[in-house]
T-cell receptor, first 120, second 106 residues
Framework: QVQLQQWGAGLLKPSETLSLTCAAL????????WSWIRQPPGKGLEWIGE???????KYNPSLKSRVTMSVDTSKSQFSLNLSSVTAADTAVYYC??????????????WGQGTLITVSS | SYELTQPSSVSVSPGQTARITCSGD??????ARWFQQKPGQAPVLVIY???ERPSGIPERFSGSSSGTTVTLTISGAQVEDEADFYC?????????FGGGTKLTVL
């Protein structure tokens, strides 16, 4: 059973860069897609983006200019960078590893979530 | 960009059937997934491909689709089903979540 463990600095100042890493423990890392989701306090889920095993990325248009995602298959890890953060980026950030195939069979694994606070 | 619209809240008594809808143009051509989120926890997938239920999800959870609307049905809702529910769909250029529906069972 795969478990996702995520980490990163929890308190940032405005204009700094948010960096989060997620590691997959206890199972295969190949053949999946990797994604990041965030949830501002008391609000709904927001899709940030995803990266596939070929390194191709898709990003939320509202964040695209500030987001970079990468994957290191040798370490079974994937990462999120979000530059020039503001208070509006304060949220719980979740990493997500999912599988789907041509028949749309799907399953996923979620990280535990990391609260990122942006404050001066 | 695409949008998915959900009711903000649904309330039922234990044992009743709860129905949560999700509407959006993208649903006419793309499948939906449903996630359940309880306070302080990560979301959990309860339905994928509009109607498929992952292993381990109770049979009382089901999904349906018609045109640009998908519906999550909880037949015989239980107190432990109380949570926020989110629909999700993925366009070719990215994904989108609905705004979420708070299900109250009491």
């Amino acid at each position: 059973q795969v478990q996702l463990q995520q980490w990163g600095a929890g308190l940032l100042k405005p204009s700094e860069t948010l960096s989060l890493t997620c590691a997959a423990l206890g199972g295969s890392f190949s053949g999946y897609y990797w994604s990041w989701i965030r949830q501002p306090p008391g609000k709904g889920l927001e899709w940030i983006g995803e990266i596939n095993h070929s390194g191709s990325t898709k990003y939320n248009p509202s964040l695209k200019s500030r987001v970079t995602m990468s994957v290191d298959t040798s370490k079974s890890q994937f990462s999120l960078n979000l530059s020039s953060v503001t208070a509006a980026d304060t949220a719980v950030y979740y990493c997500l590893m999912f599988y789907y195939d041509s028949s749309d069979y799907y399953f996923d694994y979620w990280g535990q979530g990391t609260l990122i606070t942006v404050s001066s | 960009s695409y949008e998915l619209t959900q009711p903000s809240s649904v309330s039922v008594s234990p044992g009743q059937t709860a129905r949560i809808t999700c509407s959006g143009d993208i649903l006419a051509s793309k499948y939906a997934r449903w996630f359940q989120q309880k306070p302080g926890q990560a979301p959990v997938l309860v339905i994928y491909k509009d109607t498929e239920r992952p292993s381990g999800i109770p049979e009382r959870f089901s999904g349906s689709s018609s045109g640009t609307t998908v519906t999550l049905t909880i037949s015989g809702a239980q107190v432990e089903d109380e949570a926020d529910f989110y629909c999700y769909s993925a366009a070719d250029n990215g994904g989108v979540f609905g705004g979420g529906t708070k299900l109250t069972v009491l």
